[in-house]
């Protein structure tokens, strides 16, 4: 990782599977609070679409029954197809925090607790 002359960061590297995965969440994590950090100022957003690379609320609310019973039918992998363990996931998931949200009958969430 080094600064390039324009003030850009530059990152290069290989990664292990579930190395690269918290790297990647770490990022997106980063790009949504600045995105809501600049929403909240009543600033433009002029970030590219990326609808492509943040999963949906369904898709994470299907991946979620997948990580928690080694019995459900289902995989896990990145968002460039690569496999990923069913043992790398729970080891990923165990230091994950997840936030449930309660919905009601008109789509409405109504209770939203972190566990």
């Known amino acids: 990782m080094y600064q390039g002359d324009d003030g850009m960061i530059v990152i290069r590297g290989r990664l292990a599977p579930e190395v690269g995965a918290v790297l990647a969440q770490a ?3 980063a790009r949504e609070t600045l995105y809501q950090r600049t929403r ?4 433009a957003i002029s970030a590219p679409d990326v609808s492509a690379e943040t ?9 979620a029954p997948v990580l928690e019973d080694p019995d ?17 996931s729970r080891r990923l ?8 949200m309660h919905h009601g009958r008109d789509g ?4 939203v607790a972190a566990r």
């Open 40 to 43: 909240a100022q009543g600033g």
């Open 93 to 100: 998931a165990c230091d994950a925090s997840r936030v449930v």
């Open 72 to 88: 459900a039918p289902g995989e896990s992998a990145l968002e460039d197809g690569t496999r990923v363990s069913a043992e790398t």
């Open 55 to 63: 999963p949906t609320m369904a898709q994470q609310q299907a991946d």
């Open 27 to 29: 990022l997106i994590a």
């Open 108 to 111: 409405r969430v109504v209770e």
